[in-house]
């Protein structure tokens, strides 16, 4: 049973291009979070998408950033004209809909530099 | 809010000696709780878990103890290996369902 899938594992973006993350869930998972590691720092909830919903996004910045998680496919995690601080690394987790309380599997995780 | 604080590091140590890393949580209601390990370049794994206060987490000889009295899941081993050497999360869940809170992580160097 394949672990949860992140691609690109990096990706090196210029200031005002767009980044596209991708996370394929475990199967049978259909619970995706969204998590960014800044350095020295631990990881700071983005959001929490189901198979089309956004659940909550209370983690997301208001400006540039959007995440969907479609019916078919992968979630994509959006960053549209990126700036320097978004340099990061971004991780994905998913759980089951009714599975052992709270435990989330996480993805290698996609490093994203902007220059 | 909810929150984890964890011990700042690094905690350096020898081959076989005793580890703790310490963590306390603030939280309402009745959290999970969680310890995580991210090797180099790597994501997070999960290393053990408790659901409810007393319970006892463990794994590859790792061991938490949820403690509601003193907030806390102090992580310990008696005799760490080289191979331990890792960043570690200490982090909470307030339902289910809902996105886990971490600390800041503790990085642990092993050396032989």
């Known amino acids: 049973n394949a672990g949860v899938m992140q691609n690109p594992r990096h990706l090196v973006r210029r200031r005002g291009q767009e980044a596209r993350l991708r996370c394929s869930p475990m199967?049978?998972?259909?619970?995706v979070y969204w998590y960014r590691q800044l350095p020295e720092e631990g990881l700071k909830f983005m959001v929490y998408l189901q198979k089309e919903n956004i659940i909550d996004e209370s983690g997301m910045p208001k400006e540039r950033f959007s995440a969907e998680f479609p019916k078919e496919g992968p979630s994509i995690l959006r960053i549209q004209q990126v700036v320097r601080g978004d340099s990061a690394a971004y991780f994905c987790?998913?759980?089951?809909?009714?599975?052992?309380?709270?435990?989330?599997?996480f993805g290698p995780g996609t490093r994203l530099t902007v220059l | 809010g909810d929150s984890v604080t964890q011990m700042e590091g690094p905690v350096t140590l020898s081959e076989e000696a005793f580890l703790t890393i310490n963590c306390t949580y603030t939280a309402t209601g009745y959290p999970s709780l969680f310890w995580y390990v991210q090797y180099p370049g790597e994501g997070l794994q999960l290393l053990l878990k408790?659901?409810?206060?007393?319970d006892k987490g463990s794994n590859k000889g790792f061991e938490a103890t949820y403690r509601k009295e003193t907030t806390s899941f102090h992580l310990e081993k008696g005799s760490v290996q080289v191979s331990d050497s890792a960043v570690y999360f200490c982090?909470?869940?307030?339902?289910?369902?809902?996105?886990?809170?971490f600390g800041k992580g503790t990085t642990l160097s092993v050396s032989s």
């Open positions: 987790a998913s759980s089951l809909e009714f599975g052992a309380k709270d435990e989330q599997f």
């Open positions: 982090a909470l869940s307030p339902a289910a369902g809902t996105a886990l809170i």
């Open positions: 408790a659901t409810k206060a007393d």
């Open positions: 199967k049978g998972h259909s619970h």
